[in-house]
T-cell receptor, first 112, second 114 residues
């Protein structure tokens, strides 16, 4: 059974710092990996989707990498801002459809 | 465009009662999903539907049923609620259910079963 782990569970950084969130998965036979953002009391917003054949995806200050063979992904956030404070979740798709297995998330706080 | 709407926003329910959580999307997405989110367990898939008229079981389907009579609506029913079904429930949709699709999530329903 696929297991997705995110480390650290919580992270607090000062504004302007570059940071890396980590995601690992136990079964490397995945079709894609997605990173989501969840604000308190809200639903999830998709940030980046990396196909299994890709190494990385970028959107603005966000860069996600994927090393499928080692079962790892990282989300890099450049020049962090207080508005980046949220919980970040990674999820893998290991089926021919789009059914996702989620990690528990990393709760990020960016302090002004 | 509203995206995905869920109702109710929150609900307190007595154990043994029947409850239907509603989910509607206006993006004409073919695939829809129901997840529950619990502290320490993350999001887990309950049921999914790749297209209208079809449904499938996810990781934690017991105690829940779904139907997909049309493209827009995907209700989740708890036939006889139990306290372990206390959770936050999220509905999601994706364009075709394919491996390149991003999932879009609703705002969630917070359900408490007493």
């Amino acid at each position: 059974k696929q297991e997705v782990t995110q480390i650290p569970a919580a992270l607090s950084v000062p504004e302007g710092e570059n940071l890396v969130l980590n995601c690992s998965f136990t079964d490397s036979a995945i079709y894609n990996l997605q990173w989501f953002r969840q604000d308190p009391g809200k639903g999830l917003t998709s940030l980046l989707l990396i196909q299994s054949s890709q190494r990385e995806q970028t959107s603005g200050r966000l860069n996600a990498s994927l090393d499928k063979s080692s079962g790892r992904s990282t989300l890099y956030i450049a020049a962090s801002q207080p508005g980046d404070s949220a919980t970040y979740l990674c999820a893998v798709n290991e089926t021919s459809g789009s059914r996702l297995t989620f990690g528990e998330g990393t709760q990020l706080t960016v302090n002004p | 465009i509203a995206g995905i709407t869920q109702a109710p926003t929150s609900q307190i329910l007595a154990a043994g009662r029947r409850m239907t959580l509603r989910c509607t999307q206006d993006m004409r997405h073919n695939a829809m999903y129901w997840y529950r989110q619990d502290l320490g367990l993350g999001l887990r898939l309950i049921h999914y539907s790749n297209t209208a008229g079809t449904t499938g079981k996810g990781e934690v389907p017991d105690g829940y049923s779904v139907s997909r009579a049309n493209t827009d609506d995907f209700p989740l029913t708890l036939a006889s609620a139990v306290p372990s079904q206390t959770s936050v429930y999220f509905c999601a949709s994706s364009r075709s259910g394919g491996i390149t699709d991003t999932q879009y999530f609703g705002p969630g329903t917070r359900l408490t079963v007493l």
